[in-house]
Nanobody, 122 residues
Framework: QVQLVESGGGLVQAGGSLRLSCAASGRTFSSYVMGWFRQAPGKEREFVASIRWSSGRTSYADSVKGRFTISTDNAKNTVYLQMNTLKPEDTAVYYC???????????????WGQGTQVTVSS
């Protein structure tokens, strides 16, 4: 059974940085695509970034391009989301997700973590 555990959320001022971590277990993830999503209060969950574990190929939502970076650490079976130049509109619960796949994508994820809260104050 795939397990995804997020950590690293918190409160930060606008312009600051946070790094989220997602510890993955239960599979060999070389054939998996990993994603980060977020959901703000009263809004639908939205795609943030994705990475194909073995190739390192990435995809980003337009709203975070140039500010967020998704990466993996194979030795630690961990996916990271480095978030820089944070804005109040980045405030949300951030979720890690996984699916089998060949390319990074914003759809079709079937394994999800429990989420971690990120709050950006103005």
């Amino acid at each position: 059974q795939v397990q995804l555990v997020e950590s690293g959320g918190g409160l930060v001022q606008a312009g600051g940085s946070l790094r989220l971590s997602c510890a993955a277990s239960g599979r060999t993830f070389s054939s998996y695509v990993m994603g980060w999503f977020r959901q703000a209060p009263g809004k639908e969950r939205e795609f943030v970034a994705s990475i194909r574990w073995s190739s390192g190929r990435t995809s980003y939502a337009d709203s975070v391009k140039g500010r967020f970076t998704i990466s993996t650490d194979n030795a630690k079976n961990t996916v990271y989301l480095q978030m820089n130049t944070l804005k109040p509109e980045d405030t949300a619960v951030y979720y890690c997700a996984a699916r089998l796949g060949l390319l990074p994508t914003s759809t079709g994820y079937n394994f999800w973590g429990q989420g971690t809260q990120v709050t950006v104050s103005s």
